[in-house]
């Protein structure tokens, strides 16, 4: 696997998968709204098409969970909920997502602690990597080795 490549995504899902843990990535392939609360506050941001949608699992787990929350995010537009540092909920926390134009993977994050929807909390053997949305595409950027990274059909409920 070449440390960086753009891989063509529609509204597929880009899995990116090491031995323990995966991230799953999708396009928001429309214009919305994306509401984060915060203990402080409500944010509002505004995501593009080709802004990225990625869901963590620092532990491995559930392909179809992680499915159903991006599609959560993406096609019903839920709303992303914010703890504050040291809530006991963020160690109960399987999976995480952010939403941005690129974003960078980081294992020292909580999780479900960071409203800048730039950094995502993964595990140490995805750390590092970058991801970028552009043109119908994911760029990504700082592979690690031994990772795999395949293309999921988006495979609409019925």
Do not use: N, W
């Amino acid at each position: 696997m070449p440390r960086e490549t753009t891989v063509p995504l529609g509204e597929d899902f880009l899995l990116i998968r090491g031995e323990y843990s995966f991230l799953l990535v999708g396009r928001a392939c429309s214009r919305f709204t994306l509401f984060i609360e915060t203990c402080s506050g409500e944010h509002c941001q505004t995501v593009e098409p080709d802004d990225l949608v990625a869901v963590s699992s620092p532990e491995g787990g559930s392909l179809d969970a992680a499915r159903m929350l991006l599609e959560l995010v993406r096609r019903h537009h839920v709303p992303l909920v914010v703890l504050p540092k040291g809530h006991p909920g963020s160690t109960r926390l399987q999976m995480v997502v952010a939403v941005s134009d690129a974003i960078l993977l980081a294992c020292e994050i909580q999780r479900g602690t960071h409203p800048e929807q730039h950094l995502l909390c993964s595990s140490a053997e995805l750390a590092g990597m970058r991801l970028r949305g552009a043109g119908g595409a994911v760029e990504i950027a700082a592979v690690p080795p031994h990772t795999a990274v395949e293309v999921v059909p988006f495979a609409p409920s019925r």
